[in-house]
């Protein structure tokens, strides 16, 4: 199982990640909202602007405060270590 630092010691399932975006469109702001109101949105901004969205295959929604390209860079890098160590 491969562990993506979210920002502020947040760790989430790299397997688990359906899409990660940007927070800026409205269809985005949507989906954040009605995971705000069905109690599935899980806020890891320590309290800073969300920068990502992270869609689960849970059906939970992930703020981040950190960028979307730098969390897809961490899941890319930890994806090519996996695959040297077989």
Known sequence: ???????FG????AERIISIVSPDSAPIKRIVQEAKDG?????????????SVIIMDSGH????????????GRVDTG????????
């Open 1 to 7: 199982m491969q562990l993506i630092n979210i920002g």
């Open 10 to 13: 947040n760790i989430v399932s």
């Open 39 to 51: 109690k599935n949105a899980i806020d890891a901004t320590y309290g800073r602007r969300t920068r």
């Open 61 to 72: 929604i992930i703020l981040s405060a950190v960028q979307p390209e730098t969390i897809a």
């Open 79 to 86: 994806l090519d270590n996996d695959d040297e160590n077989k």
